[in-house]
């Protein structure tokens, strides 16, 4: 999360927690990373329109939705779903993690929809962030057509951070159930295992990492579910994966640990180590490593069969 006048992130957990659900996010003090700022910066985005829209997610709840595409583009021919990060706690389609990689993915030619979901603030756990997503795909796969002008079958999943771990177990589940598959999977510094700087299902609940992926869960036994930590269970029927990383992320390991199991399984999977950069980088779009990784996702889109 940004800066404040508060650091938000030193804070005990339930302390933050509780001023998320009383005060809300905390707003942006950038200047510089709204639609018309982040267009005068990137001329490339000045053809990108958007859409605001919503879906149902789980338990009937209006989730927001974004659409962006670019139609003087050159079509990659592919569209994708992102979710954006912010440790289950936090995060918006406004965030530049969001925003801006959508605005910057669709000025190279594939559409892409947006998708929010249900924080875990106190009484929200795992599944229900999941299930947001998981209807957000859904509905995404549904309306293909109409919303980026391909079939289904040419629709990616993927996200950052937190992000990369609900889109990572949400194909997981729609594996599990027999559904059809996204056509492609993208992780961005992505937590897949409970522990994610030592890419183990052993945590500390007491540390600080311990507490953020508990809350998440809910339960000490939802921390070995595979459908909330993807690396748990087999990684056959994952379809072609993008896993990238940054160089100094405490959570790199969970990342390139899941490439590996992937790449053991059979799944096609290409892995980058961003080099210089640190977690949260593409929330900064000033941020010189994180160009870099939205060409990267964009070149790895477009580099599909």
Known sequence: MPETDTDFRSLPLTELLRLLREEGEPSDPRTDIDTASLKRRFPRLAEVAMRDLSFDGGEGRA?????????TAPASGRALVWVHGGAFIGGHLDMPESHWVAMELAARGT?????????????????????????????AVAHAEELFGLPASAVLLGGASAGGNLTAGVTARLRDAGDAMPAGLV?????????????????????????????????????????AFAALGPA????????LVCEH??????????????????VPVSLRVEPGAAHGHINEPSDPTALPTVKAIADWIGGLP
């Open 111 to 139: 559409p892409v929809l947006t998708l929010d979901y249900v924080k875990c603030l106190g009484a929200t756990h795992f599944p229900e962030p999941s299930d947001d997503v998981l209807a957000g795909w859904w509905c």
């Open 63 to 71: 989730v927001p939705a974004r659409v962006y595409r670019d139609v």
């Open 249 to 266: 992320d405490e959570l790199r390991p969970s990342g390139e640990a899941f490439a590996r199991q992937l790449g053991d399984a059979g």
């Open 187 to 227: 992780l961005v510094y992505p937590v897949v295992h409970p522990n994610g700087p030592e890419a183990t299902a052993e945590v500390d609940p007491s540390s600080r990492h311990g507490e953020m992926v508990l809350n998440f869960a809910g339960t000490i036994e939802v921390l070995a579910d595979p459908h």
């Open 236 to 243: 056959a029927g994952f379809p072609p994966t993008l896993v």
